[in-house]
């Protein structure tokens, strides 16, 4: 079994290969597609000849959108499977750059075999979109959970934080930075496990020369706020120790590190928005930290009212990191401690020496059984997700036009925000604010 999967993970690979090049050539040479055949060496579920068309999948429902297209939940019509659509705008994602990382993703989903990271089982193009076939996880994703409980109790967020960690840490082994991780990408399978999805902002990062193991460094409280609501500015700088001063930054840009801005402004470190920098792995940890923070607290900790804000909020963070005394009251000093270790400067910042191995050694994630993880139950198991198997095995079975179709489909997206089904999934996509900050040209916000 493991091995037909892997068999599948290579041939669809290669096919995306082909789309990715052809849309390569098709950036210099204005004209239309040319059909290739697949170089798969090894045989194929179907024949070989046949190219998968949007016409071979039956649409159910409209489950998500993103800078480039959108997701749906889709079936087979030949063998009735149920599988989670990804389609793309080719030329969207030609006039802003983004067929590396397109292939960055078919890498990462091709070439992981780890359970934290979403399954790619097959890829297409139209002559105007990109398709990914992605397994279907009824669980939703870690922004709903957040929506319905507001905040987690702090052993329900060190569970999904520790496998958040472990998701992160299988795309740096791939030798990639994911560059985009925030709630929205952290995906719950029935059983409530996390696997980390939409790679589309992944790069490439290379390490140039190991780096000893170090000692967990030693990091400040935050700043005390009183108020629960989302932060003002503080009236005065705040200080806080481990950090270089800002003339220490390389005059040159290493090879090591990655330039360009990218993800969601809420998530993305300080040293994404600054050009000049350059940024490495390290960068994904801090995503992590303001996740937890997120968890935590009720509220991402450089909120404001606009993309533009929060970018000079988070360029300035020393400045605007703080934590609200009743979060601090009832959160472990362990706990703030690696809150505070993941949100500091890039060079300082939990994880960005050694990784997940920084982050194991730490005292608020010692107790955590790593190999165990997800064999344990998870804090919060998605409404519905022990009938889910049985559901989407009924709604394979189902003729479209059968009056409990829509209810089959209601019911395993039900996890799902923002869900349109039946004629509502036709809809045009919503437009996303662009944050127009001279440094965040590129960060869209969330919907």
């Not at 039956?58 to 389609?87: C, H, M, N, W, Y």
């Not at 050694?354 to 955590?368: A, I, M, Q, T």
Request: charge should be negative; proline fraction near 7%; hydrophobic fraction near 35%.
């Amino acid at each position: 079994m493991a091995e037909q999967e892997n068999m599948r993970r290579v041939d669809s690979a290669e096919l995306l290969d082909l789309l990715i090049e052809q849309m390569e050539l098709e950036e210099t040479q204005d004209k239309p597609p040319t059909p290739k055949k697949t170089p798969s060496k090894r045989p194929r579920e179907e024949d070989a000849d046949r190219k998968l068309q949007p016409d071979d999948f039956e649409p159910l429902a409209l489950i998500g959108r993103g800078a480039f297209g959108e997701v749906r939940l889709v079936r087979r019509t030949d063998t009735r499977q149920i599988f989670a659509l990804k389609s793309m705008l080719k030329s969207a994602m030609v006039a802003k750059n983004q067929v590396a990382h397109i292939k960055a993703e078919r890498d990462m989903l091709a070439l992981s075999e780890d359970p934290s990271i979403a399954m790619l089982y097959d890829s297409f193009q139209t002559q105007s979109h990109l398709y990914m076939v992605m397994e279907f996880l009824a669980g939703g994703d870690l922004m709903s959970l957040l929506v319905k409980l507001d905040t987690l109790p702090e052993d329900a967020c060190k569970f999904y934080i520790a496998e958040i960690a472990q998701a992160i840490q299988a795309v740096h082994d791939h030798g990639f930075a994911h560059r985009d991780v925030k709630p929205d990408n952290v995906l719950l399978g029935g059983d409530g496990h996390v696997k980390l999805t939409d790679l589309g902002l992944c790069a490439r990062v290379t390490r140039t020369e190991s780096t000893p193991i170090q000692p967990t460094a030693t990091y400040p409280t935050f700043t005390e706020r009183g108020d629960a609501t989302p932060p003002r500015p503080p009236p005065s700088p705040v200080e806080s120790p481990g950090f270089g001063e800002s003339d220490d930054t390389p005059r040159k840009r290493p090879r090591d590190l990655a330039y360009s801005t990218v993800g969601t402004p809420d998530y993305i470190a300080p040293e994404v928005l600054q050009p000049k920098v350059g940024y490495d792995f390290a960068c994904d940890w801090w995503s992590l930290g303001v996740i937890m923070y997120e968890c935590l607290v009720g509220y991402t900790p450089f909120y404001a009212d606009d993309a533009r804000r929060t970018c000079r909020k988070i360029l300035d963070w020393r400045r605007h990191l703080a934590l609200p005394r009743d979060a601090r009251a009832r959160l472990s000093t362990r706990c703030v401690s690696c809150l505070a270790a993941l949100l500091a400067d890039a060079r300082d910042r939990l994880g960005g020496t050694n990784g997940l191995e920084d982050l194991k050694r730490h005292e608020w994630l010692r107790d955590v059984e790593w190999s165990h993880l997800r064999e344990r139950p998870a804090p919060y198991a998605p409404a519905g997700g022990a009938e889910v198997a049985a559901l989407l095995d009924e709604l394979s079975n189902v003729k479209l036009d059968d009056a409990r179709c829509e209810g089959l489909v209601q019911a395993v997206t039900a996890n799902f925000d923002g869900v349109a089904v039946g004629a509502a999934a036709a809809r045009n996509s919503s437009t996303r604010e662009s944050c127009t900050h001279t440094s965040c040209s590129n960060v869209h916000t969330p919907e």
